[in-house]
């Protein structure tokens, strides 16, 4: 077994023979903010097989303070944060796989993805993606671990189709809805302590020790000093429709409609195109710039200002409008540079 992984290799429970299972085993990982960089910087170091990171934003200033691996070149350079989070996990271990997918999570490109996945980690911002997780989950009989964190408060919970409870069971039980949005600040180590929960279980999970997942939601406050567990194998409904006898899963409905939605915590509104595009960013800047906007771009992304309004608009036609949450301006803007 290679020196890299000695150390992780004399803990008991992995051991050589749990290493070679990592090595061989692939994360799909949902949103590479804070949770999401902390997550896939953990995985890499262990030795996971395959990583594949999906994130729809790029790295801003206000990220940094927690929000590991990104730094101010990657702010300076406008990166997309799962295009930036590839770079620095191939400098700290180039023999694990990583793909970097800049996209708005969907039920239907989220599905494709998912062929040969053997965990599912939530990195997310916003309950909607999750619900959609969940079923997707549930459908295609993958184990996910939820984590969610605001302030000094965080929750996690590993859950397993066919014998814990599914997310969708437990929206009446406990405050997940809650934990969805960061407008209410957060610190750092609120993010390690979640993070810490959820790579331990991943690798429990990697190396099929399923005897030792945890079955409960652990929640904290760091701040406040709180700290429990509730198990949560009774909240398992036959009803549910996502994991239940007569399952449908209702998260799962197509979307073709152009969609607005204002980002949590923001002032900044996503518009995305009914279908994904192919944009010639240059082609566009040109445009742009003839038009009176202040326009950078990269190979992922263009941002341009005008009159105090900053877009940012990627190469897939999806948008962000920054600076309102006015879903009717912010879409009649898209259109206004788009069409």
């Known amino acids: 077994m290679k020196e890299r992984y000695s150390r992780q290799t004399l803990f008991g429970p992995i051991g050589e023979g749990g290493q070679l299972k990592i090595m061989k085993k692939h994360v799909l990982l949902l949103g590479a903010g804070a949770l999401g960089s902390a997550n896939a910087e953990a995985l890499t170091r262990a030795g996971v097989g395959k990583l594949t990171i999906v994130d729809r934003d790029y790295v801003e200033t206000s990220n940094l303070q927690r929000q590991q691996m990104y730094t101010e ?55 909607e993606t999750r619900m959609i997780i969940n079923d997707l989950s549930q459908k295609l009989h993958i184990p996910w671990i939820y984590g969610a964190c605001v302030g000094s408060v965080g929750m996690t919970l590993t859950i397993l189709p066919g014998q814990t409870p599914c997310l969708h069971c437990l929206l009446k039980a406990i405050p997940i809805q809650g934990m969805t949005c960061d407008t209410g600040g957060i610190i750092s180590p ?48 036959k009803d549910c429709l996502s994991c239940g006898e007569k399952r449908i899963y209702p998260f799962l409905t197509l979307e073709n409609a152009t969609k607005t939605a204002v980002l949590c915590g923001r002032d900044t509104v996503q518009v995305r195109p009914p279908k994904p595009l192919e944009l010639q960013l240059e082609k566009l800047a040109n445009d742009l710039d003839g038009s009176g ?47």
């Open 73 to 127: 070149r990657d702010v300076e350079e406008k990166l997309p944060k799962a295009e930036a989070a590839k770079r620095h996990l191939f400098d700290i271990n180039h023999e694990v796989e990583v793909n970097a997918i800049i996209m708005d999570a969907t039920a239907q490109n989220l599905e494709q993805l998912l062929g040969d996945v053997d965990l599912i980690l939530d990195a997310t911002d916003n309950f």
């Open 190 to 237: 609120a993010v390690t302590m979640v993070v810490a929960h959820q790579t331990a279980e991943a690798l429990k999970i990697l190396v099929e020790d399923w005897e030792s997942v945890r079955p409960a939601l652990v929640s904290f406050d760091l701040w406040r000093n709180q700290y429990q567990t509730v198990k949560l194998t009774k909240a398992k409904k």
């Open 293 to 339: 906007y202040l326009v950078k771009f990269n190979p992922f992304l263009l941002s341009c200002e005008k009159a105090g309004e900053r877009i940012v608009i990627f190469k897939d036609g999806r948008a962000l409008i920054h600076g309102t949450k006015d879903m009717v301006h912010a879409k009649a803007t898209y259109q206004s540079i788009l069409g």
